[in-house]
């Protein structure tokens, strides 16, 4: 069975820095990518960053420059680097896997992270 652990979320004033760690464990197949989605309206969740297996990243706009996704292909471990935090940036994130080719999705619980002005 799929568990991803997520630590490192917390209260920070605003300009503060947090970072975030998703450890994946229980897979049989390989990680295909990682990332980092925040919920969004109507039972959604956006992107906020992620990662192929290659190291190739994407980021949302708003977190370009301020926001630094890495991985750790041996520890199956992917890491949200957060700086020069915003009041904006307060959500609860989730760690995306998607493995085995791209066929299956497994997400994390979700960590809250809050920015005070």
């Known amino acids: 069975q799929v568990q991803l652990v997520e630590s490192g979320g917390g209260s920070v004033q605003a300009g503060g820095s947090l970072r975030l760690s998703c450890v994946a464990s229980?897979?049989?197949?390989?990680?295909?990518?990682m990332g980092w989605y925040v919920e969004a309206p109507e039972n959604q969740r956006k992107m906020v960053a992620n990662?192929?297996?290659?190291?190739?990243?994407n980021y949302v706009d708003s977190v370009e420059g301020r926001f630094t996704i890495s991985r750790d292909n041996a520890g199956n471990t992917v890491f949200l680097q957060m700086n020069n935090l915003k009041r904006e940036d307060s959500d609860v994130y989730h760690c995306?896997?998607?493995?085995?080719?791209?066929?299956?999705?497994?997400w994390g619980s979700g960590i809250q992270v809050t920015v005070a002005a």
């Open positions: 990662i192929t297996r290659n190291g190739a990243t």
């Open positions: 229980g897979l049989t197949l390989p990680i295909d990518a």
């Open positions: 995306l896997v998607v493995h085995g080719a791209g066929r299956y999705v497994s």
